[in-house]
């Protein structure tokens, strides 16, 4: 309501009139085209200062899928499994695109949301969504593009090996990147170096 403007007093739609609009623009791809118009807007407005851009991503869990081994196996490899067929309400309950994940010893299910946003507003610009299974440091080319030419490219360990950093050399960023220390091979090469 805040959002909007809107008061007690006004007509306000109900869930299931949003959760109609909500269809009407997933279902023909209008989602791309409603954010591209957005962030022309807020480019306008000056709100992007590109000076910098972030790369992160998050998991989108769904609601654990409880299938068969052979269930499984079909999905995997593209399939839809007969079983769901036969059983339209069933169908309707099974996500056959989300896929599993382990980090951290925890296990995901779902999709990734891989994002870059605007390093000073913390706007996204170029978003891109795949299964859970599909590491972050993919989706790096796909997100940058040459409009950041020139800008600080700042993203967590998961974007540190020799691919990402031609990626972003390639696109003419400053990298960034955090790197992270390991057992035996810490970030700097000797401790007295931080005392001079």
């Known amino acids: ?12 739609p109900d869930s299931r009139t949003v959760w109609a609009f909500r269809e009407q623009i997933t279902n023909p791809g209008l ?3 409603l954010f591209n118009l957005f962030l022309s807007e807020l480019d306008k407005l000056g709100l992007i200062v590109n000076e910098g851009k972030i790369i992160d991503a998050s998991f989108v869990e769904v609601p654990r ?3 068969t081994r052979a269930e499984n196996e079909q999905i995997k490899k593209g399939e839809t499994p007969e079983s769901f067929n036969k059983n339209p ?3 309707s309950h099974k996500d056959v ?3 599993w994940t ?3 010893n925890v296990n995901y299910s779902g999709y ?9 507003s913390k706007l996204i610009t ?13 989706a790096t080319a796909p997100l940058l593009d040459e409009n950041d030419k020139g800008e600080p490219f700042y993203a967590d360990s998961a974007y540190t090996d020799e691919p990402q950093e031609k990626i972003i050399a390639g696109k003419e960023m400053i990298n960034q990147v955090c790197e992270k220390g390991y057992r035996n091979k810490p970030l700097i090469k000797c401790i007295s170096t931080l005392s001079e």
């Open 102 to 104: 382990r980090k951290n």
């Open 31 to 33: 989602v791309e085209q």
């Open 112 to 120: 990734k949301s891989h994002v870059k946003s605007d390093a000073e």
């Open 1 to 12: 309501m805040r959002f909007l403007d809107l008061t007690m007093a006004d007509n306000i």
């Open 126 to 138: 170029k978003y891109m969504v795949t299964d859970a299974s599909v590491h972050d440091s993919n």
């Open 97 to 99: 695109d989300a896929r």
């Open 65 to 67: 899928q409880r299938n």
């Open 89 to 91: 309400h069933r169908k």
